[in-house]
């Protein structure tokens, strides 16, 4: 079974950065689709962003767009999510998600992490 192993989160001041990786383990292929999802207290996971197998191919929620950066290492084995200007709304517990096909984007992935929490407080 593979495993996803997030590491990066923690608290940051508003406008502040983070970033968070995320490596497969135990994988059974070179590659993987790979996203990053969100919940806030009292609200449901939400798409954040996501990165084809290549890495040539992304997406991202609206609330996020221009401030967030998803990408792959050079070997395409671990995915980043690069947070700037961040605001207290992106306060929520991220998880980083995996899949076997080329691209997964916004929808259902195979492999789950535990997830990170993100405080963005002052």
């Known amino acids: 079974q593979v495993q996803l192993v997030e590491s990066g989160g923690g608290q940051v001041q508003p406008g502040g950065s983070l970033r968070l990786s995320c490596s497969p383990s135990?994988?059974?292929?070179?590659?993987?689709?790979m996203g990053w999802f969100r919940q806030a207290p009292g609200k449901e996971r939400e798409f954040v962003a996501a990165v084809s197998w290549s890495g040539s191919t992304t997406e991202y929620a609206d609330s996020v767009k221009g401030r967030f950066t998803i990408s792959k290492s050079g070997d395409h084995k671990t995915a980043y999510l690069q947070m700037d200007s961040m605001k207290p709304e992106d306060t929520a517990i991220y998880y980083c998600a995996a899949d076997s096909h080329v691209w997964a984007g916004s929808g259902t992935y195979e492999y789950w992490g535990q997830g990170t929490q993100i405080t963005v407080s002052s």
């Open positions: 135990k994988v059974t292929r070179d590659n993987y689709a």
